[in-house]
């Protein structure tokens, strides 16, 4: 079987070469305007969003509710509680900082776009898998923040959940809103341009990844960051992700769903979403210093979950 690297992922690690060459752009000092350019293309990637949900198909895909709940409760407590078994081996400041990214990966929504085109492949359960993939990103805007501000209180990060909410209102919410009041208008030239609208929420979260690695290479955050650190991680990534996945299979046969919904199921309830995950980060932890090894597990949960999530659902297609 040939395997296709995604090019999203090329594009990832050459921002990131990008940021470690010239940091500068991505910091403070710089004249350029990037934090407000990437403020203003996350509104609109939750406008954008918006108008791409469909409230019909989303009503119709509440029957299949054992499906949905199993689904949910694997990507925003399954997924939290298998990195909470490790809080009480944390010992150093550093070992703090890892797990809390672990964590931030833990709590975030799943994924759409991928979620559902490798549950087609599979041969799974579409709607469900659009219900639930749409579905989570919304209710990853409240319970993401919650799960965070347990433990973000105890770093070097001020954490208001007035502040916090504020944001999430004003960049995410609203522009959702929005975009559900106009896709009776708009709704038809958002599905004719879905290809464009994607790329442009890449460009956005390149952006934030720029100016994330920017400033820890430029306070130089990662020397502390060691070969065998980096193998470490990518242990813990490809861990969580095989525990998820199983678990979700597991409970899937015990609540005895057929193969449409069980594919659904592991698919959907291990994604972890790249989009959401760069945004949050952003509003969240502001401009920490740390926040390069912060986003650095979720990048590689992002590649390992679609090279081993196109690799099973490309042969269970055969």
Not at 67 to 82: A, D, G, N, V
Not at 225 to 254: E, N, R
Not at 282 to 298: C, D, E, V
Request: charged letters at 10%; proline letters at 3%.
């Amino acid at each position: 079987m040939k395997l296709k690297i995604d090019g999203f992922i090329l594009a990832i690690i050459s921002i990131i070469i990008i940021a470690y060459f010239f940091p500068y752009w991505g910091t403070d000092k710089s004249n350029i305007p990037i934090n407000t350019i990437s403020t203003i293309g996350v509104s609109l990637i939750f406008f954008f969003y918006g108008l791409k949900l469909n409230p019909s198909k989303l009503k119709a895909g509440l029957k299949n509710w054992k499906l949905h709940l199993l689904i949910q409760l694997s990507t925003f407590l399954i997924f939290p509680l298998l990195i909470l078994f490790l809080y009480p081996f944390i010992k150093t400041q550093e070992q703090e900082t890892i797990w809390l990214a672990f964590f931030f990966l833990a709590a975030l929504p799943s994924t759409v776009s991928s979620s559902v085109v490798m549950v087609s492949i599979a041969k799974g359960n579409i709607p469900a898998a659009i219900f639930n993939a749409s579905i989570s990103g919304i209710i990853g805007i409240a319970i993401t923040p919650l799960w965070m501000g347990l433990f973000i209180n105890n770093t070097q990060t001020d954490f208001d959940f007035t502040s916090i909410y504020t944001k999430l209102i004003i960049q995410i919410i609203l522009p959702v809103i929005l975009g559900l009041f106009l896709q009776r208008f708009l709704g038809h030239y958002a599905q004719k341009h879905n290809k464009k609208l994607t790329l442009f929420d890449k460009a956005v979260i390149l952006l934030i990844i720029y100016k994330s690695f920017a400033k820890s290479f430029d306070e130089h955050i990662f020397n502390s960051v060691s070969f065998w650190d980096l193998t470490l991680l990518l242990t813990g990534v490809l861990l969580l992700f095989f525990c998820a996945f199983f678990i979700t299979g597991f409970l899937a046969k015990k609540l005895q769903f057929n193969y449409e919904d069980k594919i659904t199921a592991q698919f959907c309830g291990t994604k972890k979403s790249l989009v959401h995950g760069t945004v949050f980060s952003k509003i969240l932890f502001g401009n920490i210093a740390s926040i390069g090894i912060i986003l650095l597990p979720l990048m590689l949960f992002h590649a390992i979950q679609l090279l081993i999530i196109s690799m099973v659902a490309t042969r269970k297609s055969h």
